[in-house]
């Protein structure tokens, strides 16, 4: 076996192998070295096995993802993979419990947790892919409409129909070579996750005589799925915002020591068994696990009221995955080998989990823009909320295809509004990004990769027009509070970190937000949510109504919110923030990082300032009327240049080390928070080649 590691100034892994196999296996070994605790973290995620050394916060989880059985789902998916494809991701895991040993020598968690490191499964980097993406078509939404459709009124659902503070989102822009200095096209963006810590994409280069790829990786799943650049061909995705989850309101009894569900013919058997989660310095809990005709059980039981639902009633979940036993993996070892975009668009019909828009571009002018996953045929209305099990009509009847595609005329941007997926989905993010993205670059200007930054770094807040157009026709304000007013009136509209203007409209923002919530038409909406922890950041009213503001502030399908009301609220939240004293502090004072860790800091440290807010192009999201504290923002950025890869660009909040006081765990976030970017190096003589001490 011939493998050779290098490394870029950042430690940025370059990997050489003889034969993709060898490769796969020298990319498992690279993750287990430098992420060994994030991967076997995710890897006790996939099981719910992470109570046993995180403690009884992570109960949560686990008994999520025990009842709705990712790993025994991954373990299917990975049974009907293609032969070829099965023998890679195998070699990928052989790399990992190859490496992972040394890896967790030198990551101090595990020491200070108890946690040994396991061995991996040739199934265990799908039940890790699928353990990030359970939760990314936002099924607990439905919840959220349920409840608002049962509070408020069916009519309301659609004022609520936006991303929320639990759904991912992206931005994506594809720009022609007739638009570009080098006359080749340019593939730029950034893609929008919870900010954790070691990041949730790696950078890195796969070399064989095969293929020879950089972008970001996934640790713990081989190949580069989302963003990559064969030297060839360049692709990227955003989140399509399908809906291809169903819940299902299930009827459960006992007969005979067996559970039974009720479904379109009567009474039929349900799988049923037991497991048992243990759990560091708590008791033992033991978690039933149930699976109808239709799916996984994942809310409710049985026996007695559960989760917030009555005695006897469940939801059920149905998810593509589990049915198909196909997450799409035998699209990975295809993408690596693409040369031009028909090889990508033919790589991705192969693909299912989760719904993507793409975005690729080849050095021979070929263009693509096209969905790409796994989309149920079915009623409109399981789209919309939980439908009954027990009656007709809502059974999946097949799959959406082909999946719709555009051709490229001009710029081209994806961000996750109505578009071309739009089908497909519920809930959308407004058109503020997308649109002031084709604003920004919609000039007489021959783009290049050093111009993106620009453009990754807009801060400009369009969706504050509503809110300041109500304030601009305000009269009878105490004098303090027409300072405020007229100071933000006078404001750009820049949530820059230094602004104290910026600060402000968010403080009047936050204040118009809790009256909102306050106020009869919407106060229902306040009542105790029964679901579990999991779910409240798709049912958090506060952070829904923040989210759907533009849409609140301007709607008429509100009884007792007509605009004289809507303005008089507006009134008093100035008047609240202005007799408090108008903020004076900048931006990033309030808007600072907060890094997820699966092992909390008990000094959290130097959690920096950053510029941008929820719909900026500079998405580093903030929750309106909850928190002005980003916890989901850009987790990397990216400029593929197809006339030179070695002209793209690319950068991480923190860095290519997951190993606290690594000289390489934080080493790009000043350059993440200054919105500049380090060049993808692919000439060999300009990196080291690293021997291992171990």
């Known amino acids: 076996m011939s493998i050779t590691v290098y490394r870029d100034p950042w430690g940025i892994p370059h990997l050489r192998a003889d034969s993709a196999h060898e490769l796969a296996f020298a990319q498992g070994c690279n993750a287990a070295r430098d992420r060994a605790w994030q991967i076997e973290v995710e890897r006790h995620r996939a099981l719910g096995t992470t109570a046993a050394f995180l403690g009884p916060d992570a109960i ?5 993802a025990r009842r709705v059985r990712l790993a025994d789902t991954a373990k299917r998916c990975f049974a009907r993979l293609g032969s070829e494809t099965a023998a890679w991701v195998s070699r990928y895991v052989d790399g990992v419990n190859a490496g992972l040993a040394a890896g967790a020598r030198k990551a101090p968690e595990f020491a200070a947790t108890g946690l040994v490191p396991g061995r991996w499964e040739p199934w265990t980097p799908l039940a890790i892919w699928l353990t990030h993406h359970i939760l990314f078509a936002g099924f607990p939404a439905k919840l959220w409409r349920w409840a608002v459709a049962e509070r408020i009124g069916p009519e309301a659902v659609g004022l609520f129909a936006t991303d929320g503070p639990g759904t991912l989102g992206s931005n994506g822009w594809l720009i022609p070579g007739d638009r570009t200095a080098t006359g080749a096209a340019l593939i730029a963006g950034d893609p929008h996750r919870l900010i954790e810590e070691p990041g949730v994409y790696q950078q890195i280069r796969l070399s064989c005589p095969e293929f020879d790829v950089a972008g970001f990786a996934v640790p713990g799943v081989p190949g580069i799925p989302h963003f990559g650049h064969t030297g060839r061909v360049a692709w990227a995705i955003t989140n399509a915002m399908s809906d291809y989850q169903d819940l299902y309101r299930e009827r459960l009894r006992r007969r005979a020591g067996r559970v039974e569900a009720l479904g379109p013919d009567g009474w039929r058997p349900a799988e049923a068994h037991v497991e048992i989660i243990e759990v560091a310095g708590g008791d033992r809990i ?27 009633e469940a939801l059920s979940l149905r998810y593509p995955p589990r049915v198909r036993h196909d997450l799409g993996f035998d699209a990975l070892p295809a993408l690596l080998r693409a040369a031009t975009v028909a090889d990508v668009d033919r790589a991705l019909d192969r693909w299912a989990e989760p719904v993507n828009v793409v975005l690729a571009a080849d050095t021979a002018g070929g263009l693509l823009h096209r969905v790409a996953g796994a989309v149920p045929i079915r009623d409109p209305e399981n789209r919309l909320w939980p439908v009954p099990a027990w009656e007709r009509g809502y059974e999946w009847s097949g799959w959406h295809a082909p999946m719709p595609r555009r051709p490229v005329r001009g710029i081209t941007v994806m961000a996750n509004e109505r578009g071309i997926s739009e089908p497909f989905g519920v809930e959308f993010s407004p058109r503020y990004r997308a ?26 807040l369009a969706s504050a027009g509503p809110l300041l157009d109500l304030l601009a026709g305000l009269g009878g304000l105490s004098e303090p509070a027409a ?24 403080a009047v923002r936050a204040a118009v937000v809790r009256r909102l919530a306050a106020h009869p038409a919407l106060a229902r909406l306040g009542e105790p949510v029964p679901y579990p922890p999991l779910f409240r950041p798709w049912l958090e009213p506060l952070a829904r109504i923040g989210y759907a503001l533009e849409t609140l502030l301007t709607t ?21 923030v202005a007799a ?3 903020p004076s502090v900048p931006w990033g004072e309030a808007h600072r990082i907060a890094p997820w860790r699966a092992l909390p800091d008990p000094e959290p440290g130097d959690r920096p300032g950053v510029s941008g807010d929820h719909e900026c192009v500079l998405c580093t999201s903030s929750v309106p009327g909850v928190t002005d504290t980003c916890a989901r923002g850009p987790v990397a950025r990216y400029v593929w240049d197809l006339a030179r890869r070695e002209n793209s660009r690319w950068v991480v909040p923190f860095g290519a080390s997951g190993v606290p006081g690594h000289p390489h765990q934080r080493d790009q976030l000043p350059l993440w928070l200054r919105g500049e970017l380090i060049p993808v190096l692919t000439d060999w003589d300009r990196l080291t080649e690293e021997r291992y001490d171990d």
């Open 435 to 460: 649109d002031r993205i084709r604003y920004l670059l919609d000039r007489p200007v021959a783009w290049s990769a050093e111009d993106m930054a620009a453009v990754h770094m807009d801060t400009h």
């Open 60 to 64: 949560g989880w686990d008994r999520f």
């Open 483 to 506: 300072r405020l007013r007229d100071r933000l009136l006078a404001w750009d509209r820049r949530m820059e970190a230094a602004s104290t203007d910026a600060t402000a409209y968010a």
């Open 556 to 576: 008429d399908r509100l009884p007792g919110l007509d605009r004289d009301a809507v303005a008089e609220l507006v009134r008093a939240a100035v008047e609240e």
């Open 286 to 312: 033991e978690v039933e696990v149930i699976e109808t005709e239709r799916g996984p059980v994942v809310l409710g039981g049985p026996d007695d009221a559960q989760d917030g639902l009555p005695p006897g």
């Open 580 to 582: 408090a004293g108008s």
